[in-house]
Nanobody, 121 residues
Framework: QVQLVESGGGLVQAGGSLRLSCAAP????????MGWYRQAPGKQRELVAS???????NYVDSVKGRFFISRDNAKNTVYLQMNSLKPEDTAVYYC???????????????WGQGTQVTVSS
């Protein structure tokens, strides 16, 4: 079973920064798209940012210019740098990865366990 290990959440004041990390096992054959989603209480999970293997990125409008997604393919890791945080960014953040387990496999979607980000006003 593939596990995505997330880290970097926490409590921060408005205007502050946090950096989330999500690592996939080194034993997988490859990883296509990777992304970060978030879910606030009472709301649906939404895409925050995504990146292809070649680092083409996409952001939800509410975080453009404040959040930056990147990946290190050698480490099978995706990052989310979050700057100028706002109380409305408070949510559980989940990473998602389209993982190819072996050279004969099709990609399968895996999710991280989630990490809480709380922004105080």
């Amino acid at each position: 079973q593939v596990q995505l290990v997330e880290s970097g959440g926490g409590l921060v004041q408005a205007g502050g920064s946090l950096r989330l990390s999500c690592a996939a096992p080194g034993s997988v054959f490859g990883i296509n798209d990777m992304g970060w989603y978030r879910q606030a209480p009472g709301k649906q999970r939404e895409l925050v940012a995504s990146t292809t293997y070649t680092s083409n990125t996409n952001y939800v409008d509410s975080v453009k210019g404040r959040f930056f997604i990147s990946r290190d393919n050698a480490k099978n890791t995706v990052y989310l740098q979050m700057n100028s945080l706002k109380p409305e960014d408070t949510a559980v953040y989940y990473c998602k990865a389209e993982i190819i387990l072996t050279r004969w496999s099709r990609s399968t979607t895996y999710w991280g366990q989630g990490t809480q980000v709380t922004v105080s006003s």
